[in-house]
């Protein structure tokens, strides 16, 4: 028998991931509540949409009645938590909605998982601890977010543990490094390389486009969250991290070469306000709970690339959408 859960903002990106994987390979029930902002589709759900074991519910996790709503039609033994405002660029220019979710909606889940007995999950980011020129991150390491986005998550996760430490909630923890693959919105660094290599446009690299990230394939991110959920200690952090680091300019002369698009749309703009410069994560804690990265950057990126080639009818919808009024506001010009 599957578990019963309350999956939080299963309609982004990684949340679609874990739902698919916990409703098609492991036979749990999902309920997914999510508020369907510009980053969360019912597409992204496509493959479990008529399944029996799933159920979507439109809500935002702020609205107590909404949460009530989904625990009363799920009865969830956990509650997952995906739901974030995630793309930092917009967090420097529109903060607002970053303090909505992460705090007060957090919060309310919480409350609710308080009331009801739940066990909870709380999806975290490696950007909590800040930038880090050489080693890594350990679960240990101080908490020194940099932009509205990670100080939001920070906040969160503080909340989550007071909830550990004042109530007794049985409470996890799970933070990621920067994830990739399949229905990545497009405003995040890969999906948008790729689409513009695709298109001709020109590839918009930050700075001098030395910063590193520490890329994990979703697939591989989504299971060490399950694995925290079933196997961790309730109070604890878990910091899960992809096999590989990257400096983003490496990232976009891959694409460029797997797409056949040309190294002369590569073009160094201003920096991001703030920008970290290196993020990297130890693992250990949640590969001793059995857990290990299964793909490697070169593969996973290839086969990203692959998907967004074979599936313009979900990114044809986003690319004629809001997304191009962002771009132009982001970008300062019009995509092609
Ligand atoms: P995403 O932007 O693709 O999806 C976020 C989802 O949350 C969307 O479906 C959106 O509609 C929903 N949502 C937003 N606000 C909501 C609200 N108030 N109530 C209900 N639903 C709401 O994000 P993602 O990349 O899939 O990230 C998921 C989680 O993983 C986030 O908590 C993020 O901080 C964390 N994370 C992301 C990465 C990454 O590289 N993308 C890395 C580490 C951790
Ligand atoms: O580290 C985990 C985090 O990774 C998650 O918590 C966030 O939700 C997720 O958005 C991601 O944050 P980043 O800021 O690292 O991701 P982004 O894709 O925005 O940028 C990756 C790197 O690429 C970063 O150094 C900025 C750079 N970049 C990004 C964009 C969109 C560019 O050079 N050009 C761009 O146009």
């Not at 309920?31 to 019912?42: F, H, I, N, Q, S």
């Not at 990230?213 to 979703?218: A, E, L």
Request: one cysteine or more; proline letters at 5%.
């Amino acid at each position: 028998m599957g578990m019963k859960l309350l999956v939080c903002g299963g309609a982004g990106f990684i949340g679609s991931t874990y739902a698919r994987q916990r409703v098609l390979e492991h036979g749990d029930e999902v309920t997914v509540l999510d508020k369907l902002t510009y980053a969360g589709r019912e597409e992204n759900l496509r493959e479990v949409a008529e399944h029996p074991s799933f159920r979507f519910m439109r809500g935002a996790i702020e609205d107590p009645a909404a949460v009530s709503a989904a625990i009363a039609g799920g009865s969830p033994e956990a509650i997952v938590n995906f739901a974030a405002e995630t793309h930092v660029d917009r967090s420097i220019s529109e903060p607002d909605a970053f303090v909505a979710t992460h705090a007060l909606g957090t919060y309310v889940l919480l409350e609710a998982a308080r009331e009801h007995g739940l066990r909870y999950l709380q999806v975290s980011t490696d950007e909590v601890y800040g930038s880090i020129e050489q080693g890594t991150f350990t679960e240990d390491s101080p908490l020194r977010p940099s932009s509205p986005y990670s100080a939001t998550k920070a906040g969160a996760d503080l909340l989550v543990q007071a909830y550990v430490h004042t109530y007794g909630l049985p409470a996890l923890i799970c933070r990621g490094s920067n994830n990739y693959g399949p229905y990545q919105y497009p405003e995040k660094l890969i999906p948008l390389m790729i689409l513009n290599a695709l298109h001709g446009d020109s590839l918009p690299v930050y700075g001098d486009g030395m910063q590193v990230r520490n890329w994990i394939h979703c697939s591989d991110f989504a299971r060490a969250i399950a694995h925290v959920l079933e196997r961790g200690v309730p109070g604890e952090v878990y910091n899960a991290g992809g096999p590989d680091e990257q400096p983003n300019i490496e990232v976009v002369r891959r694409i460029v070469a797997l797409t056949g698009a040309s190294d002369a749309q590569i073009e160094h703009v201003t920096d991001r306000p703030g920008h970290d410069r290196r993020y990297s994560l130890s693992s250990q804690k949640v590969r001793a709970l059995g857990w290990s990265p299964q793909v490697r950057f070169d593969d996973g990126l290839e086969r990203t690339v692959a998907w967004y080639r074979e599936n313009s009818w979900w990114w044809e919808p986003i690319r004629s959408g809001e997304y191009r009024a962002y771009y132009e506001r982001q970008y300062g010009r019009a995509l092609s």
